[in-house]
């Protein structure tokens, strides 16, 4: 009967150990998915920048 109840003790800890890395890896999860969103964001501001940067430079090179 101990063994029986130190195997279902165990059982739950283990449980409990992997609902926490659960809660930990979708944490994770969800902040690489906030920096990933970010960086999309700042990757078209540049493109823009960019884009209006290259007709400047298209309208002042057929000034010459």
């Known amino acids: 009967m101990f063994w029986a109840m130190v195997a279902v003790a165990v059982g739950f800890l283990g449980l409990a150990v992997l609902g926490v890395l659960a809660v930990r890896v979708f944490l994770e999860a ?4 906030l920096q990933v969103t970010d960086a999309a964001h700042r990757i078209n501001r540049a493109a823009e920048d960019l884009e209006r940067a290259a007709v400047a430079t298209a309208r002042s090179a057929d000034a010459l």
């Open 30 to 33: 969800r902040r690489l998915g």
